[in-house]
């Protein structure tokens, strides 16, 4: 198998990284870690109390402390949020420490998944879809970037997506 010291899933909401992370850290006997779930837990608040009171930019502060230390775990299966690539920092030490997957699905598929998430504040918008295709414009390419694998998650079941990622990692793929 590849370098798989640890797997990191980037993508964004709605790609399916939380669902698929828990079910791949199972089938390599991983560690399972979230990002926003961390975030979370350290605070006691759900992520759209803290942009409420932090914005955006004291949000993603959060986030990157908590990437930085969970990249120097050993065997985890990390689901970072949709906007972890867009610190440079993030992308940096998510590379260096182990395999990084992007699990890409359209905007369209991204709202079906996220209509009634009411935990996703970046949606919180008059036209949803709007802001879903925006987000993929700007950060596409930085998951492209950061990928040692991309999966698609469009119309397709978890199962499916984590054996077609543990078939690839086996045949070094990446």
Sequence with gaps: MMRAQNIFIV???GAGKSTVGRQLSEALSFTFKDSDHEIQRRTG???PTIFEYEGESGFR?????VIQELVSEDRIVLATGGGAVMSPENRQDLSARGVVIYLHC???QQYARTARDRNRPLLDTADPLVKLRELMAEREPLYRQVADLVVSTEKRGTS????EICRRLESDEA
Excluded: N, T
């Design 160 to 163: 499916s997506v984590v054996k």
């Design 45 to 47: 608040v759900d992520i």
């Design 11 to 13: 993508g964004p909401m």
């Design 106 to 108: 359209s905007p369209e």
């Design 61 to 65: 502060a959060r986030e990157r402390q």
